[in-house]
């Protein structure tokens, strides 16, 4: 059993060196590095599976365009450096596997648990360039949607009030079809333009 003394004399402190020792050296810290692969790992894997669900996670974020062509991205994993170095599902890949280093390297005592922390940071790196890459693809294709803003088409597959419907955009050589809402309903055939893009959703205004 781990005890933290509350006391500042030397013994104190060498007896609560020792029994940070004796936790690491010993069998009790087994315990704490399964909990953190078995937790960690748990939890990656529900944010990842959402993820790729459509309900959340890394790659899911709002995005604001205006006629203006400004792009406002907010993301969940968006962090406190430009490398975006830690965020929520770096944090995650880190306890994961700190705690997969843990469980084996953990026989070796302080040698294991250096090597369980470097297993961490390095998959913590990996993680977090992945994340920037993700996003920088998404960014990229919401900068290509927002050059449709201001682009005229015509509805292809009617749209209700204030529900959803396909419209085919004229690009001068070539079209494109897009999903679109508007305010009031449009039937099939129905001239429109392109006036804002929310969420990969374009609001379109007949002509």
């Given at each position: 059993?781990?005890?933290?003394?509350?006391?500042?004399?030397k013994?104190?402190?060498?007896?609560?060196?020792?029994?940070?020792?004796?936790?690491?050296?010993?069998?009790?810290?087994?315990?704490?590095?399964?909990?953190f692969?078995?937790?960690?790992s748990?939890?990656?894997?529900?944010?990842?599976?959402?993820?790729?669900?459509?309900?959340?996670g890394?790659?899911?974020?709002?995005?604001?365009?205006?006629?203006?062509?400004?792009?406002?991205?907010?993301?969940?994993?968006?962090?406190?450096?430009?490398?975006?170095?830690?965020?929520?599902?770096?944090?995650?890949?880190?306890?994961?596997?700190?705690?997969?280093?843990?469980?084996?390297?953990?026989?070796?005592?302080?040698?294991?648990?250096?090597?369980?922390?470097?297993?961490?940071?390095?998959?913590?790196?990996?993680?977090?360039?992945?994340?920037?890459?993700?996003?920088?693809?998404?960014?990229?294709?919401?900068?290509?949607?927002?050059?449709?803003?201001?682009?005229?088409?015509?509805?292809?597959?009617?749209?209700?009030?204030?529900?959803?419907?396909?419209?085919?955009?004229?690009?001068?050589?070539?079209?494109?079809?897009?999903?679109?809402?508007?305010?009031v309903?449009?039937?099939?055939?129905?001239?429109?333009?392109?006036?804002?893009?929310?969420?990969?959703?374009?609001?379109?205004?007949?002509?």
């Open positions: 059993m781990l005890i933290i003394p509350f006391r500042g004399d013994e104190a402190n060498m007896f609560f060196a020792s029994s940070i020792s004796e936790f690491i050296n010993g069998g009790g810290i087994m315990s704490v590095y399964w909990g692969a078995i937790g960690g748990a939890i990656f894997a529900i944010t990842a599976v959402s993820a790729l669900l459509g309900l959340g890394a790659e899911s974020g709002d995005v604001d365009v205006d006629m203006d062509g400004q792009v406002d991205i907010v993301h969940p994993d968006s962090g406190i450096f430009d490398f975006k170095l830690i965020s929520f599902r770096s944090i995650l890949a880190f306890i994961a596997m700190f705690g997969w280093g843990g469980v084996v390297f953990g026989e070796y005592g302080w040698k294991g648990f250096a090597l369980a922390i470097g297993c961490g940071l390095v998959t913590m790196v990996i993680t977090a360039y992945l994340i920037m890459s993700i996003l920088k693809l998404q960014q990229n294709g919401t900068r290509a949607n927002a050059s449709l803003v201001g682009r005229k088409g015509t509805v292809y597959l009617a749209i209700p009030a204030g529900g959803r419907g396909k419209v085919v955009l004229d690009l001068g050589d070539s079209t494109r079809e897009i999903t679109a809402c508007s305010d309903a449009l039937a099939k055939g129905t001239p429109v333009v392109a006036t804002e893009l929310k969420a990969e959703v374009f609001t379109v205004k007949p002509l």
